[in-house]
T-cell receptor, first 112, second 115 residues
Framework: LAKTTQPISMDSYEGQEVNITCSHN???????ITWYQQFPSQGPRFIIQ???TKVTNEVASLFIPADRKSSTLSLPRVSLSDTAVYYC?????????????FGRGTQLTVWP | DADVTQTPRNRITKTGKRIMLECSQT?????MYWYRQDPGLGLRLIYY???????NKGEISDGYSVSRQAQAKFSLSLESAIPNQTALYFC??????????????FGPGTRLLVL
């Protein structure tokens, strides 16, 4: 039961910045937003996680506004190798369950 | 992630056959998971285990069983395979982190075709 909504697909060109928006209107107080990346024929890979405001790492940035009802994954200067499916998930900070709910994700295709 | 391995990587079987998919990890994690992925449906949780003596059903456990033989090994069995179990199967692991966020690490997947 995916709790988030994101676009099914996006296209971009090499060198551009890509922003993928995720909606999570009913996010709980304890929930973080976590993004995974999946390349064809591989398992998903964690890329970034945040609770509010902005988080940046070597791969991406994550922007979460004050109301936390949405978030935006930003990939700077994408390359062909960034072509993948990107999943936005709500993850419970205090949960002992450890379960992840994956929706359909966003298929990002980067063109030359 | 090379620390999580799955065998076999590809398998073709016939309806009614019993098959086992195996997962091993060298990350020292206590939690292990089995997911299946179907085109256009994302990943769905089949079973999960938080330690050797703990087994829990996920969203779609019917037709599947699991065994946690050791902390590092978690096997998924299809007792009597059927064609709609054709899918890509992923094993994942994570470490209990006392309430903070856990990252799951996925294996390379097993592609199963049931004829």
């Amino acid at each position: 039961l995916a709790k988030t909504t994101q676009p099914i697909s996006m296209d971009s060109y090499e060198g551009q910045e890509v922003n993928i928006t995720c909606s999570h209107n009913n996010i709980a107080t304890n929930d973080y937003i976590t993004w995974y990346q999946q390349f064809p024929s591989q398992g998903p890979r964690f890329i970034i996680q945040g609770y509010k405001t902005k988080v940046t790492n070597e791969v991406a940035s994550l922007f979460i506004p004050a109301d936390r009802k949405s978030s935006t994954l930003s990939l700077p200067r994408v390359s062909l190798s960034d072509t993948a499916v990107y999943y936005c998930l709500e993850t419970d900070r205090g949960s002992t369950l450890g379960r992840l709910y994956f929706g359909r994700g966003t298929q990002l295709t980067v063109w030359p | 992630d090379a620390d999580v391995t799955q065998t076999p990587r590809n398998r073709i079987t016939k309806t009614g056959k019993r098959i086992m998919l195996e997962c091993s990890q060298t990350k020292g994690h206590d939690r292990m998971y089995w997911y299946r992925q179907d085109p256009g449906l994302g990943l769905r949780l089949i079973y999960y285990s938080f330690d050797v003596k703990d087994i829990n059903k996920g969203e779609i456990s019917d037709g599947y069983s699991v065994s946690r033989q050791a902390q590092a090994k978690f096997s998924l069995s299809l007792e009597s395979a059927i064609p709609n179990q054709t899918a890509l199967y992923f094993c994942a692991t994570s470490r209990t982190s006392g309430g903070s966020q856990e990252t799951q690490y996925f294996g390379p997947g097993t592609r199963l075709l049931v004829l």
